[in-house]
């Protein structure tokens, strides 16, 4: 399974962009990526997924480069409900998930 | 859609206990996955059920296991409980096991003292 690094933490302010990027060197040709978001004493949620280039739904969008070693979650607009422990997890789609320690985001006011 | 029910919601056992905790997946979901969430190891995998079949497994002693239903409902067992295992449980379905987009259950907090 690829190994996954990411900032244990970072702050922003009410209306900005927030970009978090996970590094996933040994990334394989099958595995995909797959960003969580956790709020205190509850699951995970799906965020988005993506293989490569650009994903984008109604709540983020998932940059992902050529060389697929890396990629970045970008929040827009983020809210004081936005934070939560975010969550980036690479794997093919036989292999369980493996979460690492996330990134806290707070949003401060 | 009814989303993914675990009960109870929270549990105080004492050690040596054993306990039961039970994973609703969402209708049509045959896969259910099982995590242990704790402040000092995080989110770590226990097993995944699919139609019936454990598919995988996490690195936990045999005190845990677990079981599917036709129904695939779900349970998870911990006998002879230790302080360490309190934590939160959380169950996850999906409709195919693997890396596909996971829903999570709320978790069942227990607490052994």
């Known amino acids: 399974l690829a190994k996954t690094t990411q900032p244990i933490s970072m702050d922003s302010y009410e209306g900005q962009e927030v970009n978090i990027t996970c590094s996933h060197n040994?990334?394989?040709?099958?595995?995909?990526i797959t960003w969580y978001q956790q709020f205190p004493s509850q699951g995970p949620r799906f965020i988005i997924q993506?293989?490569?280039t650009k994903v984008t739904n109604e709540v983020a969008s998932l940059f992902i480069p050529a060389d697929r070693k890396s990629s970045t979650l970008s929040l827009p607009r983020v809210s004081l409900s936005d934070t939560a422990v975010y969550y980036c997890?690479?794997?093919?789609?036989?292999?369980?998930?493996?979460f690492g320690p996330g990134t806290r985001l707070s949003v401060l006011p | 859609k009814a989303g993914v029910t675990q009960t109870p919601r929270y549990l105080i056992k004492t050690r040596g206990q054993q306990v039961t905790l039970s994973c609703s997946p969402i209708s049509g979901h045959r896969s259910v996955s099982w995590y242990q969430q704790t402040p000092g190891q995080g989110l770590q995998f226990l097993f995944e059920y699919f139609s019936e079949t454990q598919r995988n497994k996490g690195n936990f002693p045999g005190r845990f296991s677990g079981r599917q239903f036709s129904n695939s409902r779900s349970e998870m067992n911990v006998s002879t409980l230790e302080l360490g295992d309190s934590a939160l449980y959380l169950c996850a379905s999906s409709p195919k096991p693997g890396h596909t987009e996971a829903f999570f259950g709320q978790g069942t907090r227990l607490t052994v003292v």
């Open positions: 040994n990334i394989a040709t099958n595995d995909y």
């Open positions: 997890l690479v794997g093919d789609y036989g292999q369980n998930f493996v």
């Open positions: 993506g293989y490569k």
